[in-house]
């Protein structure tokens, strides 16, 4: 059969339309998270420098402004913000209501900004799932029914692309993360080129340098593959018991009411806190977590101390959670993922060099999500070394083989359905 030359000329056309709207979710997502980023720093600085009682007191605070935001401005959207879009990924009924994003963005930045021990990535997925869902209802004359829900996938990719400056890592997230053994793969252009926009969306206002310095040449001596194959199975159990603490702390919101919840999460986080300072003299378990991971880059940290404050910020981010903070889990796992394989590194007599605080990073992340390759791409991009990615492959396949059937979140698919292609 002969193709039509004027349909093939449709189609082209149409293609074209479709990557120039996922371009411009990108630039739009781009530019939301920059800001909503510069907002949620700016104000977690503050308050880092307040009086220490009143530092103690701040995620408590941030909880409570969370839970208003969320009822009052977010007409009563649930606090997993990435939850929210993986949720309405999968189902052909329900999208994202765009009415909704202000309110989710205002209780993610209190969240995080007071203090809570969460990740940026929330509000940069629902932002960029908002901002996808509006222009693809605005243009719906560009798309067909194979294309659901595309440019809300699309800014997902961007919003990820650009709170970590990685736009292949926010491409790839978006297609991977949805399920736990299968792709999008209709939709990786459209995040090929949302996450290349959004990234530049938030270079042009935050810049490009990346998240972490890496230090130190990589080998592929058999001490250093041993060690990233035992720090795969290490990462994969941590991931996997970190899953089983989150799980627990969302099945507090079925039982508890939220202000018995925030006052229990508020007591949490001020105990955790002062244990954090009586072992570092630093504010660790506060925010995302980078204090944390370029504490633990400085030399001559002890072993016994790096794994305290891991399992420190494990407990803030489930207290977190269980308190109703709205905020995400990527950088909460990349965050532990470092810390362990920064005490591995130490044990491996490699502390002068951060291969293994990257390789813990992929294991604990490409588990804990379950997206290895996502977890690969993010420590390729944001570390600069390609020396990284043999040891990181590793690490990932072997953590993701024993994380089981667990994950962060309910709301993954272990298989691809035709609806969501």
């Known amino acids: 059969m002969i193709p039509n030359p004027a349909r093939l000329r449709g189609f082209a056309q149409r293609s074209w339309e479709l990557l120039g709207a996922s371009a411009l979710v990108g630039i739009v997502t781009g530019l939301l998270v920059a800001g909503a980023e510069k907002l949620t720093l700016n104000l977690l600085e503050w308050v880092q420098g307040l009086p220490v009682w009143a530092v103690v007191a701040a995620p408590a605070v941030g909880l409570v402004l969370a839970a208003l935001a969320l009822r009052y401005l977010a007409f009563r959207a649930a606090p997993g913000l990435a939850d929210t879009w993986l949720r309405a990924f999968h189902d052909p009924n329900e999208d994202m209501?765009?009415?909704t994003a202000p309110g989710g963005v205002v209780a993610s930045l209190?969240?995080?900004?007071?203090?809570?021990?969460?990740?940026?990535?929330g509000l940069s997925i629902f932002t960029g799932g908002a901002v996808g869902t509006v222009i693809q209802d605005r243009l719906r004359w560009l798309f067909g029914s194979i294309d659901a829900k595309v440019l809300m996938t699309a800014g997902a990719a961007a919003g990820v692309a650009a709170i970590f400056k990685a736009p292949a890592t926010g491409?790839?997230?978006?297609i991977e993360v949805p399920f736990t053994d299968d792709f999008a793969p209709r939709k990786l252009l459209p995040c090929l080129v949302a996450g290349a926009t959004g990234y530049l969306g938030f270079a042009a206002v935050n810049g490009t340098t990346p998240l972490f310095e890496a230090h130190g040449h990589v080998g592929f001596e058999a001490s250093t593959l041993i060690g990233a194959l035992g720090l795969g199975v290490v990462g994969g159990l941590g991931a996997r018991l970190f899953s089983r603490l989150i799980g627990f702390a969302k099945s507090l919101t079925r039982r508890y009411s939220l202000p018995v919840r925030i006052a229990g999460a508020a007591a949490t986080t001020a105990a955790l806190l002062v244990v954090s300072r009586l072992a570092t003299g630093r504010n660790l378990t506060l925010g995302p977590g980078y204090d944390a991971i370029s504490w633990a880059l400085k030399p001559n940290r002890a072993v016994p101390v790096l794994l305290l404050?891991?399992?420190l910020r494990c407990l803030a981010t489930a207290a977190a959670t269980a308190g109703g903070g709205a905020g995400g889990l990527f950088i909460p796992l990349v965050v532990a993922g470092a810390l362990l394989g920064r005490a591995t590194g130490n044990l491996f007599g490699r502390a002068e060099d951060t291969m293994f605080l990257?390789?813990?990073i992929a294991a604990f992340l490409g588990a804990g999500y379950r997206v290895p390759l996502t977890a690969?791409?993010?420590?390729?991009?944001?570390?600069?070394?390609a020396t990284y990615v043999v040891p990181a492959l590793l690490?990932?396949?072997v953590a993701d083989l024993m994380m089981g059937k667990q994950c962060v979140t309910a709301y993954q698919r272990?298989?691809?359905?035709?609806a969501s292609a």
């Open 358 to 360: 990257i390789v813990g």
């Open 414 to 418: 272990s298989r691809i359905e035709p």
């Open 97 to 99: 209501k765009a009415r």
């Open 376 to 385: 690969v791409m993010f420590v390729a991009e944001t570390s600069g070394r």
């Open 110 to 121: 209190c969240t995080i900004g007071f203090g809570g021990a969460m990740g940026l990535e």
């Open 309 to 311: 404050i891991l399992v």
């Open 171 to 174: 491409a790839l997230f978006a």
């Open 395 to 397: 690490a990932a396949v």
